[in-house]
């Protein structure tokens, strides 16, 4: 059971241009979303989030947008680096069982050629 | 800044052996996480831990698993009998609320032959 999608399994965006990643999740009670960064051979690093009560959250270069009703979300990186270019998952929180379970989506790998 | 730290970086073991795979989260963290990887699959959850018990495991997490945080600072995972398909990256994380960002420490690789 796929509740979190990032449809893209790979994406290559020349430097300076915009970076668009997508995701797609399925259930409704998510409320709280992450994006995470990857590199080879370390762990996901936390890179910006948003609560299901926001539609929009930016921090410098990076810009997360919720579609509640189209149940997506979707990460900008503007303009993009070469130093981007990493594996970007996303991730879903869920309240279930007393405590908070994250699901995250199979990751999109990004390429920014220079 | 705190971060997460795994030991060891790589473990290779044979089939049917025990592996203990160690963690310590960010010191102030209370909520803490084990993940696998699959190589070229996703990230996927095993088990969430807080107050020195599991809250939440995940269909993988199965009876030869098991977490522990022995002495308030180490979190580890044990894999009682490791099988071929444990191979896989894994990742500790932790959090200092339920709600919180993940702070992800760089992963140990497993290898089961």
């Known amino acids: 059971d796929q509740q979190v999608k990032q449809n893209s399994p790979s994406l290559s965006v020349q430097e300076g241009r915009i970076s668009i990643l997508n995701c797609d999740y399925t259930?409704?009670?998510?409320?709280?979303f992450l994006w995470y960064k990857k590199y080879p051979a370390e762990g996901p690093t936390f890179l910006i989030s948003?609560?299901?009560?926001?539609d929009k959250n930016e921090d410098g270069r990076f810009t997360v947008f919720l579609n509640k009703s189209a149940k997506h979300l979707s990460l900008h990186i503007v303009p993009s680096q070469p130093g981007d270019s990493a594996v970007y998952f996303c991730?879903?929180?869920?309240?279930?069982?007393?405590?908070?379970?994250?699901?995250f989506g199979t990751g999109t790998r990004l390429k920014v050629l220079a | 800044e705190p971060e997460v730290t795994q030991t060891p970086s790589h473990q290779v073991t044979q089939m049917g052996q025990e592996v203990i795979l160690r963690c310590v989260p960010i010191?102030?963290?209370?909520?803490f996480y084990w993940y696998r990887q699959i190589l070229g699959q996703k990230v996927e959850f095993l088990v969430s831990?807080?107050?020195?018990?599991?809250?939440?495991k995940s269909e993988i997490f199965d009876d030869q698993f098991s977490v522990e945080r022995p002495d308030g600072s180490n979190f580890t995972l044990k894999i009682r009998s490791t099988k071929l398909e444990d191979s896989a990256m894994y990742f500790c994380?932790?959090?200092?609320?339920?709600?919180?960002?993940?702070?992800f420490g760089p992963g140990t690789r497993l290898l089961v032959l």
């Open positions: 991730a879903a929180t869920l309240f279930t069982s007393g405590t908070y379970k994250y699901i």
């Open positions: 259930n409704s009670m998510f409320d709280y």
């Open positions: 010191s102030n963290h209370l909520y």
């Open positions: 994380a932790s959090s200092a609320e339920g709600h919180g960002t993940q702070y």
């Open positions: 831990f807080y107050n020195n018990e599991i809250s939440e």
């Open positions: 948003i609560s299901s009560i926001k």
